[in-house]
């Protein structure tokens, strides 16, 4: 494998990007726009996604027998009819909720919490016999609702079920913790979209690249190559990085744009930097379809039309539009390659899932088992149809 | 690489060749052998198979049957290596519009894996030679059809090859352009470069030419110096031979 042929015959490709006005339209230039319109149509008035308010409870009161004390008093939250109790097993579960936005609280009932109950009736002119306790509670501190309102709240339900008290303020064996405020940003339309666009970006270079083979094959360009002493596997090796470098340059322009008209993914650098290569790779996928185009294209103009092919599937299965579609759309859409890219962004950018997360680990790996394998179908078909 | 007695001096060989598409027969029983240093002309017209041997000579096509040897390498199983030798100029001006001429030049450069300070050197001397230096900077989208054609071969020679195959070079080519390419294919010659010319100009072919073999139908159907075969078929120039031999003019096809 000889790299500096690799590098000229890829350098030639990014070139013809730069230099076709058609291919940087097409590449570059409609990914900027299209998020400079959805951004600013769908971020500035697309308005938050919360309708509802709600608290996750997680109840780890375990201890004694008798009355139900931490029952009574999650019916007692229900009963409010402003607050909408969401139970939890664990805190984790709950936590991951919180952060994504689905509520607005999280309230953990300690495991003494049936004592302390059970304390305060047996002694309740004896507060030095009381078994104390804390009622943990984490709120979304983006919102004023959350942080204004449930902690006095908690407090009043708490006093009434419990301790049978009209006032909040008289003395209890069981305190409400100093909130933790949780960052939870509301979501507008746009946060939901991008990372469907990012995604969506790539899957244009699908005709790029066949329309550039096609080309390539009609004028002898293709031929010439294979008369000098590059191999296939350079050829397609210099394929394969030009459209990575391209898929890069898409995604860092998409996001940089959507970044200056105020989108702001969750995440840190590593989720970041995750988001890039997954839609790195992503474009060898999006390279292989083009490949296949290319082989059953005879002219540009039908490699144009058959891209579509790939490309309209892509779109509407796998990218920002897909939360518009019925289950049942949904449900086929996870037989795209987009598909997975959007949502392992989406878990990334919007739900603030670490790298390393189950969810995003497995679309990782369906990005790069679909990329690797369309990649090298389309090799294999382009080689038959052009000897090369 | 083992050389029979037969074989020793011989730049290429071609040892009954044939090659088939569906129906057609290009090339059928070529049996031809060109030494080192020697401009061999392979004449005749449109359809005639020359395309067809270039081709299969590189290592494009894959004979239907009869085997290829280029500098000593079996095409077939040694087809890197014979890449290595060789430089090729298409018939079809297969140039990139989107890049300069100098571009197109040193990416071909490059795939030959010339190293930078030769490949600088044969540029500037190739573009002089082929009148491309003025607008060697320009994209190839604003060439004109002589100067693509130039460019074309440029593309081919940078790497300073042993073998070169010229197919059809100066077709559409203006005056000037054509008798530029002649000046430059007289000194590959001089530096004892063995050349495979594919023309359908019988005075091309006469003049620089020290073999020909003139093709019709896929059938190699003369071979000789032009004064062998003008002396063999009594005529005055190629045409005539060819004439004689088949009945029409070249051009004709």
Not at chain 1, 57 to 65: A, C, E, F, K, R
Not at chain 1, 113 to 120: G, I, K, P, V
Not at chain 1, 122 to 132: A, D, G, M, V
Request: charged content about 20%; glycine content about 8%.
């Amino acid at each position: 494998m000889n790299h500096h042929r690799i590098f000229a015959l890829a350098k030639k490709e990014l070139k013809k990007t730069i230099r076709e006005p058609a291919a940087l339209f097409m590449i570059i230039l409609f990914p900027v726009l299209l998020t400079l319109v959805f951004g600013t149509s769908f971020g500035a008035i697309g308005g938050t996604q919360l309708a509802t308010y709600q608290i996750g409870v997680v109840n780890l009161d375990s201890t004694g027998t008798g009355q139900n004390w931490s029952q009574s008093f999650i019916a007692a939250l229900t009963g409010t009819q402003i607050l909408k109790i969401q139970t939890y097993a664990d805190n984790g579960t709950a936590q991951y909720d919180l952060v994504q936005g689905k509520i607005q609280a999280v309230m953990l009932i300690p495991s003494n919490f049936r004592d302390s109950c059970d304390s305060f009736w047996r002694y309740p002119e004896e507060p030095s016999s009381w078994i104390n306790t804390t009622i943990q509670l984490y709120l979304d501190s983006g919102s004023v609702f959350a942080t204004q309102a449930i902690p006095p709240m908690v407090q009043q339900v708490l006093a009434t079920s419990a301790f049978a008290k009209k006032q909040a303020s008289f003395s209890m064996p069981i305190q409400i913790s100093n909130p933790s405020l949780i960052s939870v940003g509301k979501f507008t339309t746009f946060d939901f979209m991008a990372p469907g666009i990012f995604a969506y970006a790539s899957i244009f270079i699908t005709m790029i690249v066949a329309q550039s083979f096609v080309t390539d094959r009609e004028n002898g360009s293709l031929r010439r190559i294979n008369t000098t002493p590059t191999t296939p596997a350079e050829f397609m090796m210099s394929q394969a990085m030009s459209n990575m470098i391209i898929g890069l340059i898409q995604v860092a322009l998409v996001f940089t744009t959507a970044y200056v008209i105020g989108y702001r993914p969750k995440g840190d650098a590593a989720s970041l930097a995750l988001a890039f290569g997954i839609i790195t790779i992503f474009s060898l996928c999006n390279v292989g379809f083009g490949l296949i185009t290319a082989t059953l294209a005879k002219s540009a103009g039908a490699a144009t039309g058959i891209a579509f092919l790939f490309i309209l599937p892509q779109m509407f299965l796998g990218t920002f539009v897909v939360s518009a579609l019925s289950q049942s759309a949904q449900a086929v859409g996870r037989f795209v390659p987009s598909y997975y890219v959007t949502d392992a962004v989406t878990s990334l950018f919007l739900r603030a899932a670490p790298p390393s997360s189950p969810t995003v680990l497995f679309d990782v790996a369906v990005v790069s088992f679909y990329s690797i394998g369309v990649l090298l179908v389309g090799i294999e078909l382009f080689k038959r149809r052009s000897s090369f | 690489m083992t050389d029979t007695d037969d074989e020793k001096g011989k730049e290429i060989i071609i040892d009954n060749v044939t090659k088939k598409f569906e129906d057609t027969t290009a090339v059928e029983g070529l049996n031809l052998a060109v030494e080192k240093g020697e401009l061999f002309g392979l004449l005749g017209p449109n359809g005639a198979g020359k395309t067809t041997t270039i081709n299969i000579l590189c290592g494009l096509l894959k004979p239907t049957s009869g085997s290829v040897r280029v500098g000593g390498y079996d095409v077939a199983k040694e087809a890197i290596k014979v890449k290595e030798l060789i430089g090729v100029c298409p018939q079809d001006t297969a140039v990139f519009s989107y890049l300069t001429g100098r571009e197109n030049v040193e990416l071909f450069g490059d795939l030959h894996a010339v190293p930078k300070d030769a490949l600088k050197k044969n540029l500037e001397d190739l573009l002089n030679k082929l009148g491309l230096q003025e607008d060697a900077n320009q994209r190839v989208g604003k060439y004109s059809g002589g100067m693509k054609r130039r460019l074309n071969m440029a593309m081919s020679l940078l790497h300073d090859p042993e073998i070169a195959f010229l197919d059809e070079p100066t077709v559409a080519m203006d005056v000037q352009s054509r008798h530029a390419v002649w000046d430059f294919i007289r000194e590959l010659k001089s530096r004892n470069k063995t050349v495979i010319l594919t023309t359908h100009f019988m005075e091309e072919a006469e003049d620089l030419c020290d073999e020909i073999g003139i093709m019709d139908h896929g059938r190699l159907i003369a071979l000789g110096s032009p004064s062998e075969l003008r002396d063999k078929y009594g005529a005055k120039n190629l045409e005539d031979v060819f004439l004689q031999l088949t009945g029409r003019r070249i051009r004709e096809g």
